[in-house]
């Protein structure tokens, strides 16, 4: 009987891992970015954040936010609902809908579909020529959970279960007093 319910745990623990193998790549494509101290060489700042889809190549959530600086002296917050986002895993691209401003940021350090701190420059451009280049910045992502790790955790506790449920169900004492081995 003992050797039944090890195979059946056994076969059990096999598929679940096989089975997360396939499906973990479809949790963590989507990283969610944080851009912080990002700063112009005219004295503007910008922060704000991002998702980034790995299997797509593609940006949601988008919001960053540009202060004035000497060059261009208007705050602007570009965004995927006014204007358009684009880009690849080393860099993003924005503008607004008319075309007017543009914001381009390249990442170093790695890419946007591997979770962690990427140094950020670039440009942000008018339609009248001003530009100002990106002097310091940095985008940074939480690692997200791996998407086995809660099924481990319950296949554990189950293997837990099993050996508990094997021992006998009660001891007793040097008192003669029955306690409960789990």
Same mark, same amino acid.
């Given at each position: ?25 479809? +949790? ?15 004295? $503007?700042?910008?922060?704000? *954040? +991002? ?10 959530? !988008? ?7 000497? !060059? ?17 895993? !080393? ?7 008319? $075309? ?6 390249? +990442? ?29 910045? !940095? ?20 293997? *837990?279960?099993? *050996? ?19």
């Amino acid at each position: 009987m003992t050797k039944r319910l090890y195979r059946i745990a056994f076969t059990a623990a096999a598929a679940s891992v096989l089975f997360l193998e396939q499906a973990a790549p479809a +949790f963590a494509a989507l990283i969610n970015w944080q851009i912080t101290n990002g700063a112009f060489s005219d004295g $503007g700042n910008f922060n704000g *954040g +991002f998702t980034f889809d790995s299997s797509t190549s593609t940006f949601s959530n !988008t919001g960053i936010n540009v202060s004035p600086g000497t !060059t261009i002296t208007s705050p602007f917050l570009y965004n995927d609902l006014a204007g358009t986002v684009s880009g690849d895993e !080393t860099h993003l691209r924005a503008a607004d809908p008319s $075309g007017f401003r543009r914001l381009e940021l390249a +990442f170093a350090g790695g890419t946007l579909s591997s979770p962690g701190t990427l140094s950020i420059n670039g440009v942000a451009e008018s339609f009248f020529s001003t530009r100002r280049t990106v002097v310091s910045g !940095t985008a940074i992502s939480a690692i997200p959970l791996p998407a086995a790790l809660p099924l481990m955790a319950s296949a554990l506790a189950a293997l *837990g279960a099993v *050996g508990c449920w094997r021992q006998p169900r009660t001891s007793t004492g040097a008192a003669g007093v029955s306690a409960a081995a789990c």
